[in-house]
């Protein structure tokens, strides 16, 4: 037997698209992370973009990031320092002060971001070749 005390509702589900007209020029996403303070970033072959829920700003070489390529994210649960990791294996980090980024010594940076240069991570495989002539960067084969 089953009772309910009151109304039962679902929790509902909220999906939305996003693209070039919303200010997400990246035609790929190789990287998500939501942190702490609730901003979405997407690591993308263009930069690291992050969302606010109203629009996308993009960081490149030209504010700090070792690199544009970026493959993936991960925050310090500790300090909630964002690390990025790039895909010719350089390393970047927020500066969680300044909200600056740097390029990070790689000893320092979680481990699961300190890979060889030019060693594809497995789930970027399929979309690189595409990618890389879309973008026209310089992709080691796959």
Not at 8 to 34: E, I, T, W
Not at 61 to 70: I, M, Q, R, S, Y
Not at 126 to 137: E, Q, V
Request: glycine share 10%; hydrophobic share 45%.
């Amino acid at each position: 037997m089953l009772a309910l005390a009151g109304p039962a509702s679902a929790q509902q589900a909220f999906l939305r698209q996003f693209g070039q007209a919303d200010g997400l020029r990246a035609p790929s996403v190789y990287a998500l992370l939501q942190d702490r303070q609730g901003y979405l970033w997407l690591g993308t072959a263009e930069g690291l973009i992050r969302y606010d829920g109203s629009r996308f700003l993009t960081f490149t070489k030209k504010d700090g990031l070792a690199e544009n390529f970026v493959v993936s994210l991960r925050e310090d649960p500790a300090s909630g320092q964002l690390w990025v990791g790039h895909f010719f294996g350089g390393v970047s980090a927020k500066d969680e002060a300044t909200g600056a980024f740097a390029v990070a010594d790689r000893t320092a940076a979680p481990a699961s971001l300190r890979r060889p240069a030019n060693q594809v991570p497995p789930r970027i495989r399929p979309a690189l070749a595409g990618t890389c002539a879309a973008t026209g960067c310089a992709c080691p084969p796959v």
